[in-house]
């Protein structure tokens, strides 16, 4: 139940929208996280230090995010982005391990990410400067095909493989469906094509681990309509205005 003070506030800015997806299209963060620091207590509106983040803002309102004011929507602009080995998908990690923002050119604005990819895999990463559009393109609702080659070692089950289409459970965890072609073997290695539209924390690699096959490489070769293609290991290249609109035009309509 929302106090006076969130009532009063909803009832003055009946139109405005949600703050914690205002936050999210300035560019600070995904919604999710916006979310977590206004629980955090590090969002002041109006001079209050903000608890709620249902709270509809409007133009008139005065949104800071740790002492600063935050600014205007940024433009909504999409980065296909090479991800090496190596790197973690995060802003700050706790033991100072490099990241992919760290490794990032310093003439791009700041970006989120579109989902992850651990530090030992590498391939397509999406980068935006929109933490709502972000937090879309991740939705399984979405239907989005998430590509990936993967090299396993191990004996191949082919039944099993052919049965992830069904989806597993696994250590309590469900999977959805998941595609596996089989590219190459050679003894124990081997390559194989996995596609799959959840794309949950290490999904692949904790499902080939139920099937007795470790993973020793995993690339990502595309992510709905952008493909890694030629783009080579820690580039960027930005999808501009038009055929971002066109490919994801679900969330420019």
């Not at 990690?93 to 760290?102: A, S, Y």
């Not at 979405?142 to 696994?170: C, H, M, P, S």
Request: some cysteine; overall charge positive; proline content about 4%.
């Amino acid at each position: 139940m929302l106090d006076d003070k969130h009532m009063k506030n909803e009832t003055q800015n009946p139109n405005g929208e949600k703050i914690a997806k205002v936050m999210a299209h300035a560019g600070l963060c995904s919604r999710r996280d916006a979310e977590q620091w206004i629980t955090d207590g590090r969002v002041v509106l109006n001079g209050t230090v903000l608890t709620n983040p249902a709270e509809r803002v409007s133009d008139n309102d005065t949104i800071k995010v740790d002492g600063k004011i935050i600014g205007q929507k940024v433009p909504t602009r999409l980065f296909l982005y090479h991800k090496p080995v190596g790197l973690l998908t995060t802003h700050k990690d706790e033991h100072g391990r490099p990241t992919v923002f760290d490794n990032l050119p310093k003439n791009l604005p700041r970006l989120i990410s579109v989902g992850r990819l651990d530090l030992n895999s590498e391939g397509l990463l999406l980068l935006t400067t929109d933490g709502e559009l972000s937090r879309y393109l991740e939705l399984p609702a979405t239907g989005w095909t998430r590509r990936y080659r993967v090299r396993v070692f191990g004996n191949l089950d082919e039944q099993a493989l052919k049965d992830l289409e069904k989806g597993i459970t696994v250590e309590g965890i469900h999977y959805g469906s998941i595609k596996v072609n089989i590219e190459s073997r050679k003894g124990q290695n081997s390559w194989l094509s996995v596609s799959l539209k959840e794309g949950k924390n290490r999904e692949i690699r904790r499902v080939m681990a139920a099937l007795n096959l470790d993973v020793n490489r995993l690339v990502r070769q595309s992510y709905g309509p952008f493909q890694l293609g030629t783009l080579a290991r820690g580039n960027v290249k930005e999808v501009y205005g038009e055929v971002l609109r066109q490919q994801i035009p679900g969330y420019f309509k």
